[in-house]
T-cell receptor, first 113, second 112 residues
Framework: NAGVMQNPRHLVRRRGQEARLRCSPMKGHSHVYWYRQLPEEGLKFMVYLQKENIIDESGMPKERFSAEFPKEGPSILRIQQVVRGDSAAYFC???????????FGDGTRLSIL | GQQVMQIPQYQHVQEGEDFTTYCNSSTTLSNIQWYKQRPGGHPVFLIQLVKSGEVKKQKRLTFQFGEAKKNSSLHITATQTTDVGTYFCAVINAGNNRKLIWGLGTSLAVNP
């Protein structure tokens, strides 16, 4: 019974490149959440998606960041033209319904050179 | 907007001492969830509280939901080094907006 799967675990990009982070929710979960965490800091909510729909993107930067959760396949968090400040751990979580406990993946550690 | 305060931000204890973290909301809550994140790890769900005055226990951990459903506490009895990590509360307000709001967490360090 696989949990939330995120890949890659570590991603290194140079400034100006694109970063694509993938998240496959737990089986039976149709609600996906993306969070960002800087070292020694709390979780910052970015976006909440439910199959093919963005429900809440109030935490997403207005530029360069986008997220999708297609009918088939994993959810993708895409960061275009990365900058040094994008370096962080990005966690994906899923739940079976909106206010149910969330199950987290191991995260993707993004480093920008 | 809704405020969620967790105190203290950091706590350093000697192994065997007790530890308590508090989660306070400016509005009445529908429910509250507690998570633990070990250093270098990901948040892991611990428990959800729904009822006013509810108390739940998991071994040495005791979770309480306030009578007014505006605050909650997590108490660890006789801490062990395995308790090290950051404890987050996440709340859902009692209104129509079912958005989960996260506290900033309490980081616990335990000296052996």
């Amino acid at each position: 019974n696989a949990g939330v799967m995120q890949n890659p675990r570590h991603l290194v990009r140079r400034r100006g490149q694109e970063a694509r982070l993938r998240c496959s929710p737990m089986k039976g979960h149709s609600h996906v959440y993306w969070y960002r965490q800087l070292p020694e800091e709390g979780l910052k909510f970015m976006v909440y998606l439910q199959k093919e729909n963005i429900i809440d993107e109030s935490g997403m930067p207005k530029e360069r960041f986008s997220a999708e959760f297609p009918k088939e396949g994993p959810s993708i968090l895409r960061i275009q033209q990365v900058v040094r400040g994008d370096s962080a751990a990005y966690f994906c979580a899923s739940s079976p319904a909106r206010d149910q406990p969330q199950h987290f993946g191991d995260g993707t550690r993004l480093s920008i050179l | 907007g809704q405020q969620v305060m967790q105190i203290p931000q950091y706590q350093h204890v000697q192994e065997g001492e007790d530890f308590t973290t508090y989660c306070n909301s400016s509005t009445t809550l529908s429910n509250i969830q507690w998570y633990k994140q070990r250093p270098g790890g990901h948040p892991v769900f611990l428990i959800q509280l729904v009822k006013s005055g509810e108390v739940k226990k998991q071994k040495r951990l005791t979770f309480q939901f306030g009578e007014a459903k505006k605050n909650s506490s997590l108490h660890i009895t006789a801490t062990q080094t395995t308790d090290v990590g950051t404890y987050f509360c996440a709340v859902i307000n009692a209104g129509n907006n079912r958005k989960l709001i996260w506290g900033l967490g309490t980081s616990l360090a335990v000296n052996p």
